[in-house]
């Protein structure tokens, strides 16, 4: 089992019978090697620090079309069927339009993908409905491929700090430990920082997960300010070298405008450790939630620039359909997807891998 980072508030220095969880072993922040004692392993970091962010990775592609079964099966083998027919006519755009909508892409982003459709067919002269349904494909697969999307959690100065927001029960912790996970198999050096303070058993919740994948958590007590605790594990991060930090946050009320502004202040503490272009804050939102997901998610973009998105337990819904209009209606990239409830269930976003696993015939003999 690996060590947790602790300290109390306001001293560091804060004894082990004094914090609300046990550890093996206690590293207290001031006993952390100072900055250059250890080996790093920065020097293969720079631009390839998040070399596992790659596009068409089979193990991420079958993950990919596992997550979307409920939405290919309820919604979008529907959709492969209005094409089946002799001709495109009026009846089948009424019928795409129907199912688009009804499968939580949205009425904007569904209109939107429809009139490229029919930009697309015009300009090729198509003729044939098979045809039409692969320009389709085409058109969903540019919307969920946001401009710069790809290297939108690149950094070429580590470590890369990754601060994670969302609402309660959206996931995020999962997510956290989903992510801590990816970063360790590629052999990246990870630590946590347990910045939920204000829900009970938080801080125990990410210790857990942290002696589960032998992962450093550093920690304050329940209650302490986040934003003390973002500080530090920036520092103890540099300290040790570290590749990879990632910061939990107690999950705001969208409607709560002091707690926005409170993620608003934790950003600004950790961009002026010297480390603002290798912050990125990602936001967590649950795909069972669909379009009711996207007036949270409007609230958190708007009162913090968001770098992209974690969607989490999109194998538990038919309405993955609302993963089209997040990139459409928030102008964010969807970075990574939860494919189930296990750490390794969690697979790099690609957008061909998600349109060619809403389409995806290798289950139909079972339908």
């Known amino acids: 089992m690996r060590a947790t980072l602790s300290s109390g508030v306001p001293s560091r220095n804060v004894l082990a019978t004094q914090l609300p969880f046990r550890s ?7 006993e952390v090697r100072p900055f250059g004692d250890a080996p790093s392993n920065h020097s293969m970091a720079g631009s390839t620090l998040l070399r596992f962010f790659r596009r068409g990775d089979r193990e991420d592609k079958n993950k990919t079309e596992q997550a979307v079964e409920r939405t290919r099966r309820t919604w979008f083998r529907r959709v492969t069927r209005v094409f089946q027919r002799s001709q495109i006519d009026d009846e089948m755009w009424d019928e795409l339009e129907e199912l688009l909508i009804s499968a939580d892409v949205g009425v904007t982003t569904s209109m939107k993908l429809l009139d490229g459709l029919r930009d697309r067919i015009r300009s090729q002269a198509i003729s044939r409905p098979d045809e039409a349904l692969q320009e389709l494909k085409a ?4 919307l969920l491929s946001p401009k710069d999307g790809a290297r939108a959690m690149e950094t070429d100065e580590p470590p890369l700090v990754l601060l994670m927001a969302g609402v309660n029960g959206a996931g995020k912790t999962t997510s956290i430990a989903k992510l801590a996970n990816l970063y360790k198999n590629e052999g990246k050096s990870v630590l946590l920082g347990a910045g939920d303070t204000f829900r009970a058993a938080a801080v125990e919740q990410l210790q857990t997960w942290g002696e589960r994948l032998e992962i450093d958590v550093v920690a304050h007590r329940q209650g302490a300010d986040p934003g003390a605790v973002a500080f530090d594990s920036v520092q103890a ?9 990632i910061i939990d946050t107690a999950g ?7 707690l926005m502004d409170e993620l608003k202040k934790i950003r600004n503490v950790i961009a002026r450790q010297g480390v603002a272009r290798s912050l990125k804050v990602v936001l967590t939102m649950d795909a069972t939630t669909g379009q009711n997901g996207l007036i949270q998610a409007r609230a958190f973009t708007e009162a913090i620039d968001c770098d992209g998105v974690f969607l989490s337990k999109l194998d538990g819904t038919a309405k993955g359909g609302v993963v089209l209009a997040i990139a459409d209606d928030l102008d964010l990239p969807v970075l990574f997807i939860g494919t189930g409830e296990q750490p390794e269930d969690i697979a790099v976003f690609d957008a061909e891998n998600f349109v060619d696993g809403l389409f995806s015939t290798a289950d139909a003999a079972n339908d």
Do not use: G, K, Y
Request: hydrophobic content about 45%; glycine content about 0%.
């Open 139 to 142: 058109e969903m697969a540019d």
């Open 237 to 245: 991060a540099v300290s040790r070298n570290a590749d990879v930090v």
């Open 24 to 30: 093996p072993r206690l590293l207290f922040l001031n």
């Open 252 to 258: 705001r009320l969208h409607t709560r405008s002091n």
